[in-house]
């Protein structure tokens, strides 16, 4: 699978681009027909802890799969991101079996 990682307004560490890259391949556990992966990284401009975003977009035939999430950190965020898009393919994977 293809997964393109792109930050917005900073240079990203190449540890966390493998990190991303590994938990975004495990993605493919869940569902077979994953054609490729879009994972935003952003920085928001706010004086509180949780300002790192990561925005998720599994390519799928028919619907994409998308999930956005705030955390403290870039790991954590996308973490998130991926244990939620987890439950989305599993759950269309459960409809298309009915």
Known sequence: MKVSVQSVNFN???NLVKYIEK???????????ILGAEIYLKVQSASEKENKISDLKISLPGND??????????????????DSVK???VKRKEKLRA
């Open 12 to 14: 990203i560490d190449e």
């Open 23 to 33: 938990k975004v391949n495990n993605l493919e556990k869940f569902h077979d027909h």
């Open 87 to 89: 439950k989305q393919l």
């Open 65 to 82: 799969v998308v999930a956005k999430k705030l955390a403290k950190s870039f790991e954590e965020a996308v973490s998130q991101s991926v």
